[in-house]
Nanobody, 123 residues
Framework: QVQMVESGGGLVQAGGSVRLSCTVS????????LGWFRQSPGKEREGVSC???????SYADSVKGRFTASRDNAKKTLYLQMNNLKSEDTAIYYC?????????????????WGQGTQVTVSS
């Protein structure tokens, strides 16, 4: 069974930085499109970043210039570096994967999910 395990969340002050990691097991990592999503209370899950398995990374407009997603295929790990954090970035952050999939902001297209990690930004 494929597993995705996030780490790195926590409490940070506005303007600060946090780095999330997501380690994947039992998946052909190099052939998986990977995504970062987040969900705030009362809101729908939204896409933050998508890393296409053939190359290329997309970002939501709300995080462009502040967040950087990357992947290490050898370590089977996905990262999200979040800088200049704002209170509106407070959410549970999830990593997700889909084999051979195209990048999309639709969470339904991803069939493998991590358990989520809380990021709270205090103002």
């Amino acid at each position: 069974q494929v597993q995705m395990v996030e780490s790195g969340g926590g409490l940070v002050q506005a303007g600060g930085s946090v780095r999330l990691s997501c380690t994947v097991s039992r998946l052909a990592f190099g052939f998986a499109t990977l995504g970062w999503f987040r969900q705030s209370p009362g809101k729908e899950r939204e896409g933050v970043s998508c890393l296409y398995w053939r190359g290329g990374t997309s970002y939501a407009d709300s995080v462009k210039g502040r967040f950087t997603a990357s992947r290490d295929n050898a370590k089977k790990t996905l990262y999200l570096q979040m800088n200049n954090l704002k209170s509106e970035d407070t959410a549970i952050y999830y990593c997700a994967a889909v084999r051979y999939g195209a990048c999309t902001w639709s969470s339904e297209r991803f069939d493998i999910w991590g358990q989520g990690t809380q990021v709270t930004v205090s103002s």
